[in-house]
């Protein structure tokens, strides 16, 4: 099949999604302990350049990746609002013709470095799966919060599907982020509100 017409960056975008959700209350029934927990996700199906083949450099993908996700980063920042992001995670669906591989070069730092930025920063690791699939696939896409890994409240999972997405020759690109942690978190350990230094960590 011929590449189709680029037409963001030297990359195909055929699709742009966004999905939310609001939670309020617990499975068991208690309210939210304070603000009611948003997530947001942002996905976009691009034409996968290295569909059906084997490459040894992802070199230029990597490259188109970094605009990608300044684009990512409007876009949650949009959808998100005034509201500040404590944690978030990124995915790739990869289809039938591709490698996880493919998947994975459109999710490294140079894509994830402009999303924390629009995001108010973030210097904990950015959680990340894949998986290859076909159109209508789930994916649970990890959350953890943005500024130290070691936030148990904050370990959580967004799982979405895309009806038409991805196609054999395309990846899907999700990102996901988090207002707080799950609501009446009770495991202990670091709390949010504890976050010092610089690296994350404690």
């Known amino acids: 099949m011929p590449a189709r017409p680029a037409n963001f ?4 975008i055929r699709k742009w999604y966004a999905f939310r ?3 309020l209350a617990l499975e068991t029934g ?3 302990d304070g603000e009611p927990l948003v997530k947001v996700v942002v996905a976009a199906a691009l034409e996968n350049p290295h569909a059906g083949q084997f490459v040894e450099s992802f070199d230029e993908v990597i490259k188109r990746s970094q605009a990608l996700g300044v684009e990512f980063g ?3 920042r949009a959808a998100v609002g005034t509201a500040s992001v404590q944690s978030y995670g990124k995915a790739a669906l990869v289809g039938a013709n591709g490698e996880y591989e493919h998947g994975n070069a ?3 730092s140079l ?3 402009p999303i924390r930025a629009a995001l108010g ?3 904990a690791w950015f959680p990340s799966t894949g998986k290859r699939g076909a159109p209508g696939a789930t994916i649970d896409i990890p959350l953890a919060h943005k500024d130290a890994l070691y936030v148990r409240s904050h370990y959580d999972t967004v799982s979405v599907g895309f009806t ?3 196609g054999p020759d395309e990846v899907l690109v999700a990102v996901a982020v988090a207002t707080r942690g799950r609501l009446r978190a009770r495991l202990g350990g670091l709390k949010s509100s504890e976050i010092v230094g610089k690296d994350g960590l404690h």
């Open 30 to 32: 208690p309210l939210a």
């Open 9 to 12: 960056n030297g990359l195909h």
């Open 21 to 23: 959700e609001e939670t």
């Open 111 to 113: 894509f994830a470095d």
């Open 74 to 76: 409007r876009r949650l």
């Open 164 to 166: 038409d997405s991805p």
């Open 106 to 108: 459109f999710l490294t």
């Open 121 to 123: 920063g973030g210097i």
